[in-house]
T-cell receptor, first 112, second 112 residues
Framework: GQQLNQSPQSMFIQEGEDVSMNCTSS?????WLWYKQEPGEGPVLLIA?????ELTSNGRLTAQFGITRKDSFLNISASIPSDVGIYFC????????????FGKGTLLTVNP | DADVTQTPRNRITKTGKRIMLECSQT?????MYWYRQDPGLGLRLIYY???????NKGEISDGYSVSRQAQAKFSLSLESAIPNQTALYFC???????????FGPGTRLTVL
């Protein structure tokens, strides 16, 4: 089956630093999604990407759909303590099944 | 009010007991999903349903069953709970024609 490799597994950074994380796939995806999960909550959608090469921002967050359609990147600029959480990438390969493949997540810790 | 609700939010039970986790949504979505989250393993799909008459197994359906009582309700059952089913369980929904999944707040299940 499809697999997503998400890295890094965890990050410990100082407030104000920029953050980068990425996901790579063994196969092509038509959609890439990035979610954030805070403690005690379900994942919340941050950014959705639908086209190869697409670059989309949501406040301090920027995500890109890789040109090969096998990878995606999420950047967070000027991190703040409330950025703490687990960030998941998810991909959809198309077709009518609407099942997503999820990465294993990146745990972000921001030190004030 | 939350669009996707799950009950209970926390449950502790004993090995061999039957447990039902419930999910309701007010988004009017036809597709509903049950996931399990374990530390370091990300989100794994248990079952999914595209409408009331459609039920499909995910990657880890053994030991679980589901019921789609109505478009808005999707229940997950553990017929005879075992300790390795201790995990965080999430329900999610998707509307027709979109890949984006919206998650409930989760149910933390502990099987002793």
């Amino acid at each position: 089956g499809q697999q997503l490799n998400q890295s890094p597994q965890s990050m410990f950074i100082q407030e104000g630093e920029d953050v980068s994380m990425n996901c790579t796939s063994s196969s092509i995806f038509n959609t890439w999604l990035w979610y954030k999960q805070e403690p005690g909550e379900g994942p919340v959608l941050l950014i959705a990407l639908y086209k190869a090469g697409e670059l989309t921002s949501n406040g301090r967050l920027t995500a890109q759909f890789g040109i090969t359609r096998k990878d995606s990147f999420l950047n967070i600029s000027a991190s703040i303590p409330s950025d703490v959480g687990i960030y998941f990438c998810a991909g959809h390969s198309g077709g009518s099944n609407y099942k997503l493949t999820f990465g294993k997540g990146t745990l972000l810790t921001v030190n004030p | 009010d939350a669009d996707v609700t799950q009950t209970p939010r926390n449950r502790i039970t004993k090995t061999g007991k039957r447990i039902m986790l419930e999910c309701s949504q007010t988004k009017g979505h036809d597709r509903m999903y049950w996931y399990r989250q374990d530390p370091g393993l990300g989100l794994r799909l248990i079952y999914y349903s595209f409408d009331v008459k459609d039920i499909n197994k995910g990657e880890i359906s053994d030991g679980y069953s589901v019921s789609r009582q109505a478009q808005a309700k999707f229940s997950l059952s553990l017929e005879s709970a075992i300790p390795n089913q201790t995990a965080l369980y999430f329900c999610a929904t998707t509307g027709h024609g979109t890949d984006t999944q919206y998650f409930g707040p989760g149910t933390r299940l502990t099987v002793l």
